[in-house]
């Protein structure tokens, strides 16, 4: 008798994205983008501010429809679905601006999101902190972005920076199997970035991560992959070795402060 285990079915790619488009008038806001993320990756997506990533996430997440193309995300078509339907299939999105509940605390937000993940959000939320299961949960999810010891306060007490690590935990709860993290480092200081990138690093090969950042030390850091958007056209996807020396990518974005010696 043949014992052998069937091998686990792992998708190519965890997102992929065809040929693009979306025209809000005479402006091109994405224009032909190519675009995948494989499992386990960190895949930046950079570009000067009118380049098109917002309009771009919009689309891969489902809140804006594009006029051409395709989307694929675990090889399954979603370029015409909801944008539940995407969550459903394992995308989780944190959002360039803070999108958290501040009068809960860090620990009742993440046990909202994982409430919400299950259907059973009116009938749990009453009483959250009776369910030891869901604390607990949450509390892991909250120990992952460093943010346990601050489980009981308040978001609108909360720094900006443990806000964004919150939004983390909170993407995290959901069990994604590709997470979007929308300019993760926004409005953060030096030494909060770093702890961020930290953060971030610990998290890789976890998740297929689609980052989009402004902060290029960061970037640099993190990336496998490296997207670089102009015009609302991907003009040079490569390492991060291959995009430092990239002519074209340098003189559209990087200039010269980061261009190895």
Known sequence: MDKTQPVPW????????????????????TNGVD?????????????????????????????IAPDEGRI????????????FSRARLGLSRSFQITELCPEYSALENVILALVLKTGRAFQVWRNPRRDRGLIEQAEERLSRVGLLARSNIRVADLAHGEKRQLELAVAVARDPKLLLLDEPMAGMGAEESSAMTHQLLSMKGKYGILLVEHDMDA???????????VYGKTIFTGAPAQVREHPEVRAAYLGDEHVES
């Open 10 to 29: 792992v998708p190519t790619t965890l997102l992929r994205v065809q040929g693009l488009k979306k025209h809000f008038g005479a402006v091109r806001a």
């Open 35 to 63: 675009l995948d993320v494989m499992p386990g990756e960190i895949h930046a997506l950079i570009g000067p501010n009118g380049a098109g990533k917002s309009t771009l996430i919009a689309q891969i997440c489902g809140e």
């Open 72 to 83: 694929f995300i675990n090889e399954k078509e979603v370029t015409a679905t909801s944008a």
């Open 219 to 229: 970037v640099f850091k993190l990336a496998d992959r490296i997207t670089v958007l």
